[in-house]
Nanobody
Framework: QVQLVQSGGGLAQPGGSLTLTCSASGFTFRTFPMRWYRRAPGKDREMVAHISPPGTTTRYADSVKGRFTISRDDAINMVYLQMNNLKPEDTATYYC???????WGQGTQVTVSS
């Protein structure tokens, strides 16, 4: 069965960095685009970043462009989200997702606070 297992996240100060990872199994990872979403309390879910295989095409929400980087390693079925220059408004639960599929990671809390 499809599994997306996330790790990383936690607490960071404004201006700090965190990295999220998502380990995928149960499907042909290298053929599917992947996404990171986030949901902040009281807000709608937001697409944060998108990456197409083999990783040469990416897309970002305007709110994170220039600060976040999505990447993937098809050899080990991993997708990453490097988050730099974090802001308090980045505080949310982050989820990895198989594009156009109802497969989601378990969610990882990111809190940006001084």
């Amino acid at each position: 069965q499809v599994q997306l297992v996330q790790s990383g996240g936690g607490l960071a100060q404004p201006g700090g960095s965190l990295t999220l990872t998502c380990s995928a199994s149960g499907f042909t990872f290298r053929t599917f685009p992947m996404r990171w979403y986030r949901r902040a309390p009281g807000k709608d879910r937001e697409m944060v970043a998108h990456i197409s295989p083999p990783g040469t095409t990416t897309r970002y929400a305007d709110s994170v462009k220039g600060r976040f980087t999505i990447s993937r390693d098809d050899a080990i079925n991993m997708v990453y989200l490097q988050m730099n220059n974090l802001k308090p408004e980045d505080t949310a639960t982050y989820y990895c997702n198989v594009f156009l599929q109802d497969y989601w990671g378990q969610g990882t809390q990111v809190t940006v606070s001084s």
